[in-house]
């Protein structure tokens, strides 16, 4: 077999989405997702200008070896656009080799590890009140794990809390959106959250919380220590990871598990954390980590120290990137939890899928290969919009972790 064309598809049903497929002569191709939020179009041409070229005529089934070629060949290695690139064909090559021996992802991983993929969704409200019944609503669809964030009274933007409208972080405009933090009145007003999520729902429900880089560790410390009465599944993103020994600090205050990796793009980026057990769940995922060839490589050395996979799933990802992210986690012994903010029904259109949800649990479904295909016809109407992720700043104006 061999590779006889390779092209992105920039399409923006909901939100901009880059997607790589690699057609082989025997008719069999393959889709990965490229999507970098707020950065698509530099993925695309690394893809389009610099990776496609040294495509053309490779055997498609030679996945471990593409991978080394493009990470050591490109001399300049990691980082978030190369690492994206790269995962976008490490997935499209796993999706020929499966769809070539006519078997679902997973089986071709090691087959299923479990009966289905636990995950968990956002309920976000301007206030305590209305974060509340967003969670309801999500319990009465029948999730077992939700994530909560609310408005912080004094502050006028909050990450996680859209103003109106479905929730997406990228901004449609020529520049960045700028939004104010200030820590303190989030650190007083977080435990009133969760006292009131406990109190309403119980203990059953898993309650998840998405600090999203915004604390210095000591102040993560303090923010785990007063969540630890209303025992949530993880803190996410509690300070900035650049600095792994940094996390140490919040360890040796709280025993509140933190989570941590979406911004990740290779196992160097936590290696320490997950050496020194200074996290419990590891959020990389496919397509900004290098793909499922490297994916399976930081999850074993997870799985060395009792660290679970808990992938993200924001929408800024696209189905296709669930699709093969389900795979994963049906296979992978470490398995944790599955984010899964649930995409637009004009993602879902673009992105006709095999996975499914029932009762909490995710499942990737029987067809061959990673199970997600895409409506090139569709995806034309939906032309690129340059957006943005939003900046923060502090009251003195300093930038600050968005
Ligand atoms: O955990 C999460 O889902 C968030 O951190 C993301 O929504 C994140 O803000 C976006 O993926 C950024 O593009
Ligand atoms: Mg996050």
Known sequence: MRITNAYCIVTSPGRNFVTLKIVTDEGVYGIGDATLN??????????????????????????????????????????????????????????IKAKAANMPLYQLLGGKSRDGVMVYSHANGRDIEEAMDRVAQYQEKGFKA??????????DKVYGVPKGGSYEPAIRATTPDESLWATEPYLDFAPKLFEAARDRFGWDLHLLHDVHHRLTPIEAARLGKALEPYRLFWMEDPTPAENQEAFKLIRQHTVTPVATGEVFNSIHDCRELIQNQLIDYIRATIVHAGGITHLRRIAALAELYQVRTGFHGATDLSPVCMGAALHFDSWVPNFGIQEYMIHAPETDAVFPHAYSFKDGYMHPGEAPGHGVDIDEELAKKYPYTQAYLPVARLRDGSMWDW
Do not use: F, N
């Open 38 to 95: 707020g950065r698509e179009l530099a993925v695309e041409s690394y893809l389009t200008d610099h990776v496609i070229p040294c495509l053309i005529g490779r055997d498609p089934h030679q996945i471990e070896d593409i991978w080394q070629y493009l990470y050591k060949g490109a001399y300049w290695r990691r980082g978030p656009v190369t690492m994206s690139a790269i995962a976008a064909v490490d997935t499209a090559l796993w999706d």
């Open 146 to 155: 939700i994530r909560v964030q609310a408005g912080v009274p004094g502050l």
